[in-house]
């Protein structure tokens, strides 16, 4: 069984502060890994997407990727409280397979 | 990123009726597409797969007679409900893979089965 496992939270910010959400996947042969913001009542929209270890940074967000150690993060400087919504992580198995989703973290970024 | 749209983004029925949701991909073509349905404070769950001019695949558990998917062009794939009951009552979400392997979701249709 092919598991995405998040942290089901709620994860408790301030504004202002950092938000790291973590993510871990069970399958070494994993490609390419997603995350996706869905605010309550909504569709899941894409934040942004890594391949390689490290650091991709687009904004305020940054994904850090760690093949060895199976784990992807999504860090969100400044938080603000627009951020407040649940964060999905999403990883793509092998060339062809589908995305395989976990079942998200919900942030809560307070004033 | 790349625009999906769903029709209608709520619909109320009676049991015993059948209702169709559209997924569009709006400015790409998607060979696949997804369809999802998520439950109030609950994680989304994959319901089929669905590849364009070929037959959708379920997942298992999900009624293919009762969830009827047709993927007749490459933005185009529908969902229908047949003979709705008050258990169907959800909010489904299609969403149509990207050139990566990323998927875009539509809005997501709001179903009430009175």
């Known amino acids: 069984q092919k598991e995405v496992e998040q942290n089901s939270g709620p994860l408790s910010v301030p504004e202002g502060a950092i938000a790291s959400l973590n993510c871990t996947y069970s399958?070494?042969?994993?490609?390419?890994f997603f995350w996706y913001r869905q605010y309550s009542g909504k569709s899941p929209e894409l934040i942004m997407f890594?391949?390689?270890?490290g650091d991709k940074e687009d904004g305020r967000f940054t994904a850090q990727l760690n093949k060895a150690s199976q784990y992807v993060s999504l860090l969100i400087r400044d938080s603000q409280p627009s951020d407040s919504a649940t964060y999905l992580c999403?990883?793509?198995?092998?060339?062809?397979?589908?995305?395989?989703f976990g079942k998200g973290t919900k942030l809560s970024v307070k004033p | 990123g790349a625009v999906v749209s769903q029709h209608p983004s709520w619909v109320i029925c009676k049991s015993g009726t059948s209702v169709k949701i559209e997924c569009r991909s709006l400015d790409f073509q998607a060979t696949t597409m997804f369809w999802y349905r998520q439950f109030p404070k609950q994680s989304l769950m994959l319901m089929a797969t669905s590849n364009e001019g070929s037959k959708a695949t379920y997942e298992q558990g999900v009624e293919k007679d009762k969830f009827l998917i047709n993927h007749a062009s490459l933005t185009l794939s529908t969902l229908t409900v047949t003979s709705a009951h008050p258990e169907d009552s959800s909010f489904y979400i299609c969403?149509?893979?990207?050139?990566?392997?990323?998927?875009?979701f539509g809005p997501g249709t709001r179903l009430t089965v009175t």
């Open positions: 399958d070494r042969g994993s490609q390419s």
């Open positions: 969403s149509a893979r990207g050139p990566v392997y990323e998927q875009y």
């Open positions: 890594i391949y390689s270890n």
């Open positions: 999403a990883v793509k198995l092998g060339s062809q397979g589908n995305l395989i």
